[in-house]
Structures are given as C-alpha cells and as structure tokens.
C-alpha cells in the first residue's frame, strides 16, 4: 500500500517540464547539425569541384574529426550533457563514444586499454548494423531477387 | 529550402530519440543500436534514398544513414557478385567514417590525456 502510495507521488512530481525541453533542445541541435552538413556539403562540393556524393564524405570526416577533437579537449562532455541525443544520435555521437572511451582506458596501455575499449560503446552500433543490413539484404535478394 | 528539410528531418530524428531515451528505460546504447536497424530496413525497399535525394545532407548526419549506407553498399556489390557480394560490400560505403573515427580517436588518445 505504501509503496503504491509513493510510486504515484513520484509521477506526480515527476519534472515533465524536463522532457519537453530535453526533446526541444535535442531537436534544435540535431536540426543545427544537419544544416551544418548541408552548407558543409555544398561548399566542399563548389571548393573542390566534386560530386554531392563525395562531398558527403568529406563532410561526414569533417564532423568526426570536429567531434574528436572537442572530446579529446574536454568540453564536448558538457555539451552532450546539455544536448543529449541532439548530438549522440548524429555521427558525432559515433566519433564521441569511440574518443571518450580510448581516452578513459588509456592509462590500462595500449592493447588491454586503448585496444580493447575503443569500441566498447560502437561496437552495438557497427553489430547490429551490419547483421540487420546482411539480413535484411538477404532477404530483399531472395523476394526481389536485387 | 533544403536547409530547412535538412533541419527538420535531423532534427526530428534526435527529438525522437530523446523522447525514447526520456521516457523508457532504454540506454543512449540501446537507441542508437535501434536507430541503425531501422536505417538498414528503410533502405531495404529503398525508402531513405527518397529521404536523402529530398532532405539533403540532414538526412546523412543522423545514425540512421549508417544502417542504410551498410546495406546500399552490400546491395550494390550483391547485384554483381551475388549472395557473397553481401559480405564483400558491407563496409564499402561506410569504411571512411569507420576508418576516419578509429584514426582520429587514436591519434587523440595519444595526444591528450582524460581531464578527470
């Protein structure tokens, strides 16, 4: 009874104030990101004369190497706090788990440490990734035959 | 006009993801696993091709765009080679983020120590 009692008065004073503004600031500043690889995108296309396509690429590197950098810095952890999935749902959030978990293991050396850690946090991503697109391949070769 | 497709797409997507993270007890880890997955089966019939030719580069930025550039790249080398062109093109779209994450964030690690 009691516990009923204090489960309900924990959702009543639940912030949902919080939520509201959590999913606001994640909107803008994964909206932010995305406008940045837009104009990224496009200058890197006029500057260099290549392909939208290649450019891409050189836009995706570019926001790893930023997202890194910052990490390997210091203050890209206060702007995830901040930001939470408006910056680890975009590839920065690949680049930041991979940085902050080689930097947090790297006093254990380079191979148990760095070696073995660096993915820790990737790693389900890149897993998970590659057997549902192997699966899901597999499946569009076998009804749609390609 | 696409700058603001661009926003919005990727913007929703990340509202998405912490509207999950908010209100379930899933992980940062478990959402973004999500996340992928549900990039792999929209380009399974093709859907965030669409996407990206209408949004743009928003639409590339979001985690979602790493399940589809694995399964277009496997799709692409399956076309010629068959069912082995799956393994063989799996990582052909998607090496340069893999490879440019691993070198950036070893060499970083070398180069800065943890602040805590």
């Known amino acids: 009874m009691e516990k009923v009692n204090y489960e309900k008065i924990v959702e009543k004073h639940k912030p949902t104030e919080t939520r509201g503004q959590n999913a606001f600031i994640a909107f803008v500043t994964g909206g932010i990101i995305g406008v940045i690889a837009q104009v990224l995108t496009e200058l890197y296309a006029s500057w260099f004369e290549i392909s939208t396509k290649d450019a891409s690429t050189f836009m995706l590197v570019t926001l790893i190497f930023l997202a890194c950098l910052f990490t390997a810095m210091g203050f890209f952890d206060k702007w995830v706090t901040f930001c939470k999935c408006g910056l680890i749902i975009p590839i920065t959030g690949f680049a930041h788990s991979m940085q902050s978990a080689g930097l947090e293991y790297k006093k254990e050396g380079p191979i148990f440490g760095i070696g073995s850690n660096v993915f820790k946090l990737a790693g389900s991503v890149i897993l998970y990734g590659v057997v549902s697109a192997w699966f899901f391949g597999l499946l569009r070769l076998i009804i749609m035959g390609g | ?116």
């Open chain 2, 1 to 116: 006009m696409i700058y603001i497709y661009s926003f919005l797409f990727a913007g929703f997507v990340c509202m998405l993801g912490q509207i999950i993270l908010d209100n379930t007890k899933l992980s940062a880890g478990h959402i973004t696993s999500i996340f992928v997955v549900t990039g792999a089966f929209l380009d399974t019939f093709s859907i965030y091709d669409q996407i990206i030719a209408h949004v743009g580069a928003g639409a590339l930025v979001p985690i979602t765009s790493f399940g589809h550039s694995l399964i277009h790249g496997a799709l692409e080398k399956a076309s010629d080679m068959g069912f082995i062109g799956l393994l063989m093109g799996m990582f052909d779209l998607t090496a340069t983020g893999i490879t440019a994450a691993i070198v950036f964030s070893f060499i970083f690690t070398l180069l800065f120590r943890p602040k805590n």
